[in-house]
């Protein structure tokens, strides 16, 4: 009665597969990718071990919520880039192996928008976020 994980990230143009390995069938359904409305879907419902896919081909996030458990919600988020990372339980992160050069760095949280911020990577560098909601 859980989407798992929680909070998962691909970069855009992924396939994603949806598994129901929960001994009732679900649905899965978003109504937007980031604030676009008009990429809302609805994959349908499904049972106990079968699977659906859907290829992301717009970053942002989506919200994952299923219309048999109004109690369950998930979320994936679409990078525009291979470089993205989740945090761990500390909010810490480490992006690896990012050549040197000026990037646009976005965090997000649940409940809160993305907040990007500019960076100058050259080596080990370093951006920190306040998130809130
Ligand atoms: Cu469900």
Request: glycine share 8%; with cysteine.
């Amino acid at each position: 009665m859980t989407f798992q994980p929680h909070v998962a990230a691909v970069p855009v143009g992924s396939t994603v597969e949806f598994l129901n390995s929960d001994k009732v069938a679900h649905n899965i359904f978003w109504p937007a990718v980031g604030a676009n409305k008009s990429l809302k879907h609805n994959l349908g419902t499904w049972p106990t071990g079968q699977k659906r896919e859907f290829k992301f081909t717009t970053p942002g996030v989506v919200p994952l919520l299923c219309n048999v458990h109004s109690e369950m919600s998930g979320y994936l988020v679409v990078t525009p880039t291979p470089y993205f990372v989740l945090t761990d339980a500390d909010g810490n992160y480490k992006i690896a192996n990012l050549p040197d050069g000026q990037y646009s760095v976005a965090a997000w949280h649940e409940g809160g928008k993305p907040q990007p911020k500019q960076v100058k990577v050259a080596g080990d560098s370093k951006a920190d976020f306040t998130l809130s909601r």
